[in-house]
T-cell receptor, first 116, second 113 residues
C-alpha cells in the first residue's frame, strides 16, 4: 500500500481566513486527489491534482475557493479560501497506485477543519 | 438516482455472525469495485477489491460481484466488535489515464458482543 501523510491534522480557523493543507505521498503514487467529507456524509471529490498544471475540478468546486497545487509527483497542497462555517469538514488527500483494474486508491489521515 | 447506492444502516449483527453489506451501482461501464472500512474519526482504509464476476475471498472477508445485476456485496464472517465501522463501496470507471472512484454513502455496521 502507498504511504500518504497530511498536515495539519486539525485546525480551528476564523471566518474569512484561508488554510493550506499539505499532502505528501510515496513514489508509488501516480494520481493525487482531494476529497471533502462533511459530518456523517460520504466522500465528495473536490478535484484531481495534476502535476505541473491546473487541477481538474468536480462540479460545484472552483479554483478560486479551493486552489490546488502539485509542483512534483509526491507533493500537493489544497487551500480552503475565504472560509465560512460551511467549510467545516474533513479534507482528505488520496493517491492511486497501480495500473488498470489493479489501480487502487489510498487515503491520508485527513485534516479536520472547524471554521468559527 | 445516485450512482452508488448503499443502505445507510445501522446494520446490527451479533458477534460471530455473518455480516452482509450490499451495494448497487448505475454505471455499467464500471470496471473494478472496492470496499473500504472507515472507523469513526479516521480515514477510509482499503479492505479488498474485485474485478470479475463471482466471489473473492480474503481472510474473513468475501466480496461478491454480479455485473449483470450491477450488484456488489461484502460478507464478513465471524464478525467481531472491532469490525464495527462504516463500510464504503466504490466502483471505478476508467478515464483518460486513471480510474475514477465513485463512493457510496456507506453502511454503518454494529457488531454486538
Amino acid at each position: 500500500s502507498a504511504v500518504i501523510s497530511q498536515k495539519p491534522s486539525r485546525d480551528i480557523c476564523q471566518r474569512g481566513t484561508s488554510l493550506t493543507i499539505q499532502c505528501q505521498v510515496d513514489s508509488q503514487v501516480t494520481m493525487m486527489f482531494w476529497y471533502r467529507q462533511q459530518p456523517g456524509q460520504s466522500l465528495t471529490l473536490i478535484a484531481t491534482a495534476n502535476q505541473g498544471s491546473e487541477a481538474t475540478y468536480e462540479s460545484g468546486f472552483v479554483i478560486d475557493k479551493f486552489p490546488i497545487s502539485r509542483p512534483n509527483l509526491t507533493f500537493s497542497t489544497l487551500t480552503v479560501s475565504n472560509m465560512s462555517p460551511e467549510d467545516s469538514s474533513i479534507y482528505l488527500c488520496s493517491g492511486s497506485a497501480g495500473r488498470g483494474t489493479q489501480e487502487t486508491q489510498y487515503f491520508g489521515p485527513g485534516t479536520r477543519l472547524l471554521v468559527l | 438516482q445516485k450512482e452508488v447506492e448503499q443502505n445507510s444502516g445501522p446494520l446490527s449483527v451479533p458477534e460471530g455472525a455473518i455480516a452482509s453489506l450490499n451495494c448497487t451501482y448505475s454505471d455499467r461501464g464500471s470496471q473494478s469495485f472496492f470496499w473500504y472500512r472507515q472507523y469513526s474519526g479516521k480515514s477510509p482504509e482499503l479492505i479488498m477489491s474485485i474485478y470479475s464476476n463471482g466471489d473473492k475471498e480474503d481472510g474473513r472477508f468475501t466480496a461478491q460481484l454480479n455485473k449483470a445485476s450491477q450488484y456488489v456485496s461484502l460478507l464478513i464472517r465471524d464478525s467481531q466488535p472491532s469490525d464495527s465501522a462504516t463500510y464504503l463501496c466504490a466502483p471505478t470507471r476508467g478515464l483518460d489515464n486513471f480510474n475514477k472512484f465513485y463512493f457510496g454513502s456507506g453502511t454503518k455496521l454494529n457488531v454486538k458482543p
